[in-house]
């Protein structure tokens, strides 16, 4: 079966056909930069990591672009996020959004998020926002308002609301703009605003002095780097409206064209309120946890697999028992990746054992045959584990296994864990990420030490442990059944 993709804008899956054969056009929302990144923000971007990941590893020719919104994330209030927060930091707006757009990166990185190929900013592409409004205008799908402020006519384009299936009617409330007085309709949304003189993000344009709005930075974006027409537009489903329903608009009445061909939208990463009701993690809500400090905690393996564990496309709870069997899945797979590169080191010459290729071709026919089938991470995981049960039995057992063998489940490991889906390290990781984890294994070493020492009846050794870990805070208490340590 070749790839399926579900299309949010048919509300179907369908067969993918990129526009050119071999090759794929993509574009994913990126962050506003004006703080750190949240876990939500890594299950939408792992999860296209993996889009990305899994296309070249079929063959395509991918050119990735996401983009960093430095600037137009107007808030309800009518403020601008990354100027509310300069403000409030006594910083410079663009300090503020090279700051956070470093952190992202540095985040991204820590997760082995393969980068974007171009991550192309709002405020480096205002002439091309502002060519893209003069055709609107030219096109009757603008309109510059009394006060001068330019909108989008959504009355003059009737294919508004085909990607979220919002009505106009429904629209006025969900719009993210403050009601402004000089809009026609309320459902008009901004494509360039007049700048009040607090306003320091500026720029000179045909209408004045300001800055644009926020949805048609990624109109002008993808049509300069990837066309009029391409076809993936990704992020989260969040986003969907006003935000992906704008771009829609904008270009395709500017254009005269199709815009994006496949729609795919992740599902929001939750955390449970005081009832216990899962609520999008974020960061206007307060109830988040930054990937810096999740990646404090848990190695970046294991927040990949929790994330890979649910289809892209679904909500995803944030909890303590979801990371533990995330880090479980992990230790056993990973535990079978380490025994087959131990294995490898002193496996004979020759293809004893050869039935188990079976195995492993089985195991990759199912991993891509649920990769797929729209990105079914989980179902490749379930491929992994069935894979890792096999190779477990094998390599425990006296059965003598050649090294071709070895060496192809060790690739296939390599190929789907790795290349894939990024969750099998490519050299021996330590099994410690973080240093809590390190600290813990420290201290247990020094402590079968000291028990080796007292077994040998040598005290002194074992009291100078003891009394050195003393100095350092770590308290022993020796008990029947062993000893426990606790830092004070
Ligand atoms: P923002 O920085 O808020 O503009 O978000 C950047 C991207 O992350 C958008 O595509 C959002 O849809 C996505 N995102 C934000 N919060 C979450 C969440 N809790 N779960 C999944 N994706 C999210
Ligand atoms: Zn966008």
Redesign the pocket.
Known sequence: MALQIYNVLHREKEPFVPLHEGRVNMY?????VYDH?????A???VAFDVVVRYLRYSGYDVLYVQNL?DVG?ILDSGEDRILKKARQTQSLPMQIAETYARSYFADMDALGVVRPDISPRASGHIPEQIEMIETLLAKGHAYISDDGNVYFDVRSWPEYGKLSNRRVEEQEAGSRESVREDKRNPEDFALWKLAEPEHILRWDSPWGVGYPGWHIECSAMSRKYLGDTFDIHG?????IFPHNECEVAQSEAANEATFARYWML?????VPDEFGVPV????SLGNFYTIKDALKLHRPEVLRLFILSGHYRNPIVFSEDALDAARKGWDRIYGAVRLVRTKLQSAPEGDAGGAFRDVVDKAKQQFIAAMDDDFNAPGGLAALYDLTREVNTLLNSSETVGRGVVEAIDQTYRELGGTVLGIVPEEEAAMASTSAEREAGLIQLLLDLRADARAQKDFARADQIRQQLTGLGVTLEDRPDGTIWRVD
């Open positions: 994913v929302c990126g962050p506003t990144a949240h876990v939500g923000h299950k939408t971007y919104t994330h992020g989260g489903v969040d986003n992740v599902g929001s990463l939750t999008k993690m974020s960061k």
